[in-house]
Nanobody, 126 residues
């Protein structure tokens, strides 16, 4: 599975950006996709995740109400709409894809994802 992320950039605080991620190659019938981010000097953290059908999604508390994750299962893509951006949202954002083999999985756990994109930089200026 190859992941291609796009949409990062520079925006002022309060602005919006939309990140997209497309999965290609040998994709799976049951999968999850999500976004993680890593700010300078900090560990990678979960941002948002969703299952293939869109019936299960999760958000980090820090982005809940501001970010919305949506998926197009037919195209194996997910988009992260980021509104009301804050300087603390500045980070490299990584798209991730995980094959699901059972009904038990954790969208928030990076270990649930087996494939990672190259990262796209989001910079929010104050």
């Amino acid at each position: 599975v190859q992941l291609q992320a796009s949409g990062g950039g520079l925006v002022q605080a309060g602005g919006s950006l939309r990140l997209s991620c497309a999965a290609s190659g040998r994709t799976f019938i049951s999968f999850i996709m999500g976004w993680f981010r890593q700010a300078p000097g900090k560990e990678r953290e979960f941002v948002a995740g969703i299952n293939r059908s869109g019936t299960n999604s999760a958000y980090a508390d820090s982005v809940k109400g501001r970010f919305t994750l949506s998926g197009d299962t037919g195209k194996n893509t997910v988009s992260l709409q980021m509104n009301s951006l804050k300087p603390e949202d500045t980070a490299v954002y990584y798209c991730a894809y995980g094959r699901i083999r059972s009904v038990i999985y954790d969208l928030r756990n990076g270990g649930s994802y087996h494939y990672w994109g190259q990262g796209t930089v989001v910079t929010v200026s104050s």
